[in-house]
């Protein structure tokens, strides 16, 4: 688990720099490596350790390997990531476990409530009907729309390697669109009552359900999870009592891909793959990058060192050697090719 996620692209980065000391002895500009573990539970503590250490931390330029590329042929550079919303809601019947036989048909079910709930946040095309979720929501740039159009893989040919018959993208986008560029709402994970092999027939106490919501540039996730938490708090199935905890929240981002660093890695990847990489939105988070552009600086450079199929956050993640090769290189490249002169020239 993480070895796509982000261990090897970081052993890959730190690598590359061990070999430019081994072969130039020097390095062409100054480099400091930050590195925690706690990305996937929202960098609790690390903005307060940026502030803290702003001035020991101070740079110019922040360089993150934690996207993917386009395929193992076609490089990528990430120019926008999503926000997030995380809320765990928990929904009370009965004080105890009942049996169904004998209490089943006239006590509320907790389980019931939360698919109810869950079922209700979207219509029958895809979109999420929390009043006002949209609200803030701006139109996709026509010119980052023709990109995502004209991507190699804006067709996205997943049904197969997933195993499913169609995917189903909100109503008038397209996969990629929906996929990068639009707000979604899904149930993570549902438990409550008896999971264990065989029956047990209960109608449950309660019931917990883990409920994320993607956002894109201009939704506010705070605002948002207010907006949820009214919307859940005004459908509550009879009988049923609910408590909701705000897991964690990560602001949208919008990165500049104009900015002369940028160019240096475009020219790095080139060489390396033998193509230009393309500069493509994604559709995950990553909460603490607001926090680096607002702290320490606006320029950061978000390059992909991982695959598609990886298969991240599965069981069996995995990381090919080739692009592990690869993203050595394309390090190698880079940092041999900064300086300050051409990093803001």
Known sequence: RGVSDDKAPVIAMISAIGQILRD???????????????????SENLPSLLKEHADLLATNLIIVGDTSHVSKDIPAIC??????????????????????????????????????LINGFKNHNNQIIIPDFYKEVLDIDPKVRDELTNHP?????????LGISTLIPE??????????????????GIFGGY?????????PSSATAKISMRL????????????????????????????????????PV??????????????????????????LP??????????????????????????????????????SLDIFEKSMQVMIEFITRLNQATMFI
């Open 24 to 42: 130039k002895k020097t390095l062409p500009i100054n480099i400091k490596f930050l590195i925690e573990g706690e990305e996937e539970i929202g």
């Open 171 to 188: 109503k008038g986008f397209s996969p990629l669109e929906a996929l990068t560029m639009r707000p979604t709402l899904d149930c993570n």
């Open 216 to 251: 894109v540039p201009n939704q506010d996730p705070w605002k948002i999870a207010d907006q949820c938490k009214d919307y859940i708090y005004q459908n509550i199935p009879n009988g049923i009592s609910i408590e909701i905890v705000d897991m964690h929240h990560a602001k």
């Open 79 to 116: 120019s926008a990531l999503r926000g997030l919303t995380y809320l765990e809601v928990t929904a009370t019947g009965p004080n105890t476990d009942l049996h169904s036989g004998t209490m089943g048909g006239i006590v509320p079910n907790p389980i019931h409530a939360l698919a109810t």
């Open 254 to 279: 919008q990165l500049d891909t104009s900015f002369p660093a940028v160019k240096v890695l475009k020219t790095a990847m080139e060489k390396t793959y033998g193509r230009a990489p393309l500069c």
């Open 282 to 319: 994604e559709g995950g988070s990553i909460p603490i990058i607001s926090e680096l552009k607002d702290i320490l600086t606006p320029h950061v450079v978000m390059m992909g060192f991982r695959l598609p199929d990886d298969q991240i956050h599965a069981p069996n993640e995995r990381y």
């Open 195 to 203: 999971i264990g092999k065989g029956a047990k027939t209960v109608i």
């Open 153 to 161: 893989h804006a067709d996205l040919p997943l049904k197969t390697s």
